[in-house]
């Protein structure tokens, strides 16, 4: 079944996010930033952090999962959904770990397990760092199908590359038909049409604004310049990933001291594809950090 052919995401499926992961929006002092959660208030947290095409709602598939043994909070990053945009146009991740530690700092995350899905993981590396503000409430940290962006030395050429394709792509169909094109990409061959239709709908609600700033972060930082982290990281990768190919997050996870963890027949929204296989690592994770 192609992109074009697959039939809208059924409205049972849209009960289910709100009925095991409602939305709420919380005012902090540089903007307002809208969450989903699930599961109890005092079980270990989980916050989890979407890619460039994604958004909170994605999260469904594990949180469900993982409820009630935790409590599952995933962010609409800065520009998505009704979450405020950051002020600059051309944010780094430490800009958006900055208002993740407002998040934190307001839902009263003292101590959780990091997770970071593909750009995700450029925002959960800054976080990570010896020197971040956020590294005391971090007990550990997941990096799935993480992407390394662009700003390292010598990757120029990649950036331009990269950016003026995301932005023609933009430009020539719009977040829709962005959406209807790019979003099998995500998936492996074997993934079923939930699945695929999950990953459109979450795509075609982006904003365009911030899809634009997020690109810039996706040329304009570097992972490994984070890395290794301030706490134990493990690293997962599906192994039919065509977007950060196993290859690539191999060597992040070297730079992290760790080996990759291949997903056998997951692509690159892994968690969407094979959510329990994802929560149960999560939830290894969570009792490493509350043994």
């Not at 307002?32 to 916050?47: C, F, N, S, T, W």
């Not at 469904?60 to 995933?74: F, K, M, N, S």
């Not at 065509?242 to 070297?254: H, I």
């Not at 080996?259 to 968690?271: F, I, R, T, V």
Request: aromatic share 4%.
């Amino acid at each position: 079944m192609t992109p074009s052919t697959l039939p809208p995401l059924p409205a049972a499926e849209l009960e289910l996010l709100d009925q095991h992961f409602p939305e709420r929006t919380l005012a902090l002092a540089h903007g307002r930033q809208a969450v989903r959660e699930a599961g109890a208030a005092d079980a270990p947290a989980l916050v989890c952090l979407h890619g460039i095409g994604s958004g909170a709602a994605s999260w469904l598939g594990v949180a469900r999962t993982l409820a009630p043994q935790a409590r599952l909070i995933a962010w609409d990053a800065p520009g998505y959904g009704v979450s405020s945009p950051l002020l600059a146009s051309a944010p780094r991740a430490a800009d958006y770990a900055a208002r993740l530690a407002e998040l934190l700092q307001a839902l009263d995350i003292r101590r959780c397990v990091l997770v970071g899905h593909s750009l995700g993981a450029l925002v959960a590396g800054a976080a990570a760092r010896p020197d971040s503000a956020l590294r005391e409430r971090i007990a550990r940290l997941v990096l799935v199908s993480p992407a390394r962006g662009y700003g390292g030395a010598g990757r120029e050429p990649q950036a331009r590359q990269v950016r003026t394709q995301r932005l023609a792509a933009l430009a020539e169909g719009g977040i829709a038909g962005m959406a209807g094109q790019r979003a099998d990409r995500l998936l492996s061959a074997d993934a079923d049409a939930t699945a695929r239709q999950w990953v459109r709908w979450n795509m075609g609600r982006l904003n365009e604004g911030g899809y634009r700033q997020a690109i810039e972060l996706l040329c304009g930082d570097d992972l490994l310049a984070a890395l290794p982290p301030a706490m134990p990281v493990r690293v997962l990768c599906g192994a039919e990933d065509v977007v950060t190919p196993p290859a690539a997050c191999r060597d992040v996870a070297a730079a992290c001291g760790v080996g990759l963890e291949e997903l056998p027949g997951a692509g690159h929204a892994c968690y969407v594809e094979q959510p329990g296989t994802v929560a149960r690592a999560l939830l290894q994770e969570l009792h490493k950090a509350t043994a």
